[in-house]
Every structure is written in structure tokens, then in C-alpha cells.
């Protein structure tokens, strides 16, 4: 009896689902016109990216990168992020993420004017330069600004390069709170 019944009830769902899929509206046959695409200026595409890297002289010293992607997070997740591992060179670079991890290579979403931390390390005093070497599909109108807290300066990294001096009696000309990148 159970076998007979349940047959029934399949066969009348069956049914119902064939009839309630003879009754859907057809689509008009009116032709798709294209719309144009919105270009946005104030956006960053996913891929996006830039490099900094920071030397004294002409001597490269050390390189941080930033690649943009808008399903990443602020904060250090290991499967996106490079994490940093100083070495024994003269100078250090990294970005900081929201929760202080420092990274080589960082993902972030692109979010206008966040700005991103940096850290510089130095072995000794003196004139280091911060430049930014590699923009890749950064568009144009969006600027790539340095933040020097501590001189109270800041400089369109696309224009030019930063020098700064570092003394290492005093922790403020270097570290984590001293320079920040933010894009507008």
C-alpha cells in the first residue's frame, strides 16, 4: 500500500511541475541593445597593484608590494597575504594591515583613501629614499600618496620620490607610525 501511495504522490508532483512549466510567460523577441559600461575613476580593478621600495644611495634595499582584489580583507589572512621575514640587509620595507601584521605582500580591497600602514627599519642613521616603482592598472586620475606623519608631509608618489632622514636615537624617524600610503 505505502509503494502504491507514494508512486501517486510522485506522479501528481510530477504533473504539477510539467504544467506550472507550460504556464511561464514567453520571453519577448525584442533584440538586447548593448549599454554602455561606466567607466569608474574612483576605483582600482582587482589585480590592480603597486610596489615601494626603499634604498639609500642607489642601492635597492628592500620592496613592499599592495595588490588590490575586492573579495580580500584589511586584516592578515594567511592564504592572501605574504607575511614579512626581515633579513640582514641595511634598511627594511613592509605594509601594515588593519590588525598589525607585517606583510611583503598584502591584498586589500580597494577602498578610497584607507590609508595603508608602513614600516621602515633601518640598521643606521641617515638619507633614505622611498620610491614607488611598479603601478599596474592604477588608473591615472587616482593618486598615490605618501604620508610622512612625522615631518607633517605627504607627496604624490607618482610625481616623485621621498627622501627622508632616520636617526636612530630617535624611534619617531622610523617604524611603524611614521609613513602611510593612501590612494585618491
Known amino acids: 500500500m505505502k509503494p502504491a501511495l507514494s508512486t501517486i504522490v510522485l506522479i501528481i508532483l510530477f504533473a504539477s ?13 525584442k533584440p538586447v541593445v548593448a549599454q554602455p559600461i561606466a567607466v569608474q575613476r574612483d576605483t582600482a580593478p582587482d589585480g590592480s597593484a603597486f610596489k615601494i621600495m626603499i634604498q639609500k644611495d642607489s642601492a635597492q634595499l628592500d620592496e613592499t608590494m599592495v595588490i588590490y582584489n575586492h573579495t580580500a580583507s584589511t586584516m592578515y589572512i594567511n592564504t592572501q597575504d605574504a607575511v614579512y621575514f626581515p633579513g640582514f640587509g641595511a634598511a627594511s620595507i613592509s605594509s601594515l594591515t588593519s590588525d598589525g601584521y607585517t606583510c611583503a605582500i598584502q591584498k586589500l580591497p580597494y577602498l578610497q583613501e584607507y590609508p595603508i600602514g608602513l614600516q621602515v627599519g633601518m640598521k643606521s642613521d641617515g638619507i633614505y629614499i622611498l620610491r614607488l ?40 624617524t622610523y617604524g611603524r607610525s611614521r609613513f602611510s600610503v593612501v590612494l585618491r
Open 17 to 29: 511541475c510539467i504544467k506550472g512549466v507550460n504556464n511561464l510567460p514567453l520571453a519577448p523577441n
Open 133 to 172: 616603482t611598479y603601478a599596474n592598472q592604477i588608473p591615472k586620475s587616482i593618486r598615490v600618496w605618501l604620508k610622512d606623519k612625522y615631518m607633517k608631509d605627504s607627496l604624490d608618489m607618482r610625481v616623485g620620490n621621498y627622501a627622508f632622514q632616520v636617526i636612530k636615537a630617535d624611534t619617531n
